[in-house]
């Protein structure tokens, strides 16, 4: 096995597909009920980060059997330096694993984080895997669990569903944007963004609140693969963004699609407007990506405002999904002891 630094930008397909083909194994084993993911635009998943992000990985790849064979992508990781802190992914071929190279792996991230001079690394970990034992043994803590819940659409009564969409009270509207927010619309969408992001506490997903960087993580989504679907609530006296959620149906899974932020403003609780919005959201989906079978979400356990909505639309918990975080000094230092 050989590990190297990897730029998903100049890899070669060959790489790609390896990779796709690992990745896939891993979610067999871990996660079977997720769907496999596809080609398309996965080196552009790979590769595109907002600005002033920068993400380094790595791969660990077989020797070649044949000449001219390069060589299977067993396993890989990437670290996204962000703020100051960097987000680790560590992936394992199910064939590859328990000798020692996903800590290998993560010890190449974790050097270049520490020489980089950032303080800690972050890891989302899927629970009842493997990898609650891998990073629990290389002394990571867990921070924040949320829990993933997934919507069946095939079981969904879409008249019910209708009628929640225009159960709302007196005064909004329900707008529907595939695509994004149009650029009129970026400042209040922005302003909707922040105030709760001033009220609430502990979100694991990146929430761009300021119109600049809502534009650059539109762009950046759009770059990856990933196509945002937007509703909201306009608040008809005022013309406020009284609510809003967003779903991403990425090009590499387009048949299960991602819960991004559902927000609805302080003022305007009470009247109905997650559910009409999320509903509305689903009655549009249904049209809009014919491929589509599956949403998936995640909510802090604490939500149980939001939980509820979910469970009245169908959604069934799946897993935890917990954030893990180490300081990197620490951990260098664990793995990497001075000679
Ligand atoms: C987590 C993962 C990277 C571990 O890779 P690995 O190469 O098997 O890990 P290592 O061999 O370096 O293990 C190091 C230590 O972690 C711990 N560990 C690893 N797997 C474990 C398991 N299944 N149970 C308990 N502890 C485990 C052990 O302490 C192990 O040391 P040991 O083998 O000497 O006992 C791998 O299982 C993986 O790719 N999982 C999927 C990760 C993921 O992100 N999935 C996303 C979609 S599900």
């Given at each position: 096995?050989?590990?190297?630094?990897?730029?998903?930008?100049?890899?070669?397909?060959?790489?790609?597909?390896?990779?796709?083909?690992?990745?896939?194994?891993?979610?067999?084993?871990?996660?079977?009920q997720?769907?496999?993911?596809?080609?398309?635009?996965?080196?552009?998943?790979?590769?595109?980060?907002?600005?002033?992000?920068?993400r380094?990985?790595?791969?660990?790849?077989?020797?070649?059997?044949?000449?001219?064979?390069?060589?299977?992508?067993?396993?890989?990781?990437?670290?996204?330096?962000?703020?100051?802190?960097?987000?680790?992914?560590?992936?394992?071929?199910p064939?590859?694993?328990?000798?020692?190279?996903?800590?290998?792996?993560?010890?190449?991230?974790?050097?270049?984080?520490?020489?980089?001079?950032?303080?800690?690394?972050?890891?989302?970990?899927?629970?009842?895997?493997?990898?609650?034992?891998?990073?629990?043994?290389?002394?990571?803590?867990?921070?924040?669990?949320?829990?993933?819940s997934?919507?069946?659409?095939?079981?969904?009564d879409?008249?019910?569903?209708?009628?929640?969409?225009?159960?709302?009270?007196?005064?909004?509207?329900?707008?529907?944007?595939?695509?994004?927010?149009?650029?009129?619309?970026?400042?209040?969408?922005?302003?909707?963004?922040?105030?709760?992001?001033?009220?609430?506490?502990?979100?694991?997903?990146?929430?761009?609140?300021?119109?600049?960087?809502?534009?650059?993580?539109?762009?950046?989504?759009h770059?990856?693969?990933?196509?945002?679907?937007?509703?909201?609530?306009?608040?008809?006296?005022?013309?406020?963004?009284?609510?809003?959620?967003?779903?991403?149906?990425?090009?590499?899974?387009?048949?299960?699609?991602?819960?991004?932020?559902?927000?609805?403003?302080?003022?305007?609780?009470?009247?109905?407007?997650?559910?009409?919005?999320?509903?509305?959201?689903?009655?549009?989906?249904?049209?809009?990506?014919?491929?589509?079978?599956?949403?998936?979400?995640?909510?802090?356990?604490?939500?149980?405002?939001?939980?509820?909505?979910?469970a009245?639309?169908?959604?069934?918990?799946?897993?935890?999904?917990?954030?893990?975080?180490?300081?990197?000094?620490?951990?260098?230092?664990?793995?990497?002891?001075?000679?």
């Amino acid at each position: 096995m050989m590990v190297r630094e990897w730029d998903p930008r100049t890899a070669s397909s060959a790489e790609i597909a390896s990779l796709l083909a690992t990745l896939n194994a891993v979610l067999a084993a871990d996660l079977p009920q997720d769907p496999p993911w596809r080609e398309t635009s996965l080196r552009e998943y790979l590769a595109e980060v907002m600005p002033g992000e920068r993400r380094i990985s790595w791969i660990a790849q077989a020797e070649p059997t044949t000449p001219g064979d390069p060589g299977a992508v067993l396993g890989q990781v990437h670290v996204l330096l962000l703020g100051d802190i960097g987000v680790i992914e560590v992936l394992v071929h199910p064939s590859a694993r328990r000798t020692g190279l996903g800590r290998d792996l993560v010890l190449r991230a974790a050097r270049r984080v520490y020489q980089e001079g950032f303080r800690s690394i972050g890891v989302e970990v899927v629970g009842d895997t493997p990898a609650i034992g891998f990073y629990e043994s290389l002394g990571f803590n867990r921070e924040y669990v949320e829990t993933r819940s997934v919507l069946d659409l095939t079981s969904v009564d879409w008249a019910e569903l209708a009628e929640m969409a225009t159960g709302i009270g007196a005064g909004y509207q329900l707008e529907f944007f595939p695509g994004g927010p149009p650029d009129d619309l970026i400042e209040a969408y922005a302003r909707a963004k922040a105030e709760v992001r001033d009220v609430d506490d502990g979100e694991l997903r990146p929430s761009s609140y300021d119109p600049e960087r809502l534009r650059d993580s539109l762009d950046t989504l759009h770059r990856r693969g990933m196509k945002p679907y937007i509703v909201l609530a306009r608040h008809e006296q005022s013309g406020e963004v009284a609510g809003l959620t967003e779903v991403v149906v990425p090009a590499q899974h387009p048949t299960r699609a991602d819960q991004y932020d559902t927000i609805v403003a302080q003022d305007h609780r009470g009247y109905g407007i997650d559910r009409a919005i999320k509903a509305r959201m689903l009655l549009e989906l249904r049209s809009a990506e014919p491929e589509l079978i599956e949403v998936q979400t995640w909510n802090a356990q604490a939500n149980e405002a939001m939980l509820k909505v979910n469970a009245e639309l169908g959604y069934r918990p799946d897993r935890d999904w917990c954030e893990y975080s180490v300081d990197v000094a620490e951990l260098v230092h664990r793995l990497d002891p001075p000679r």
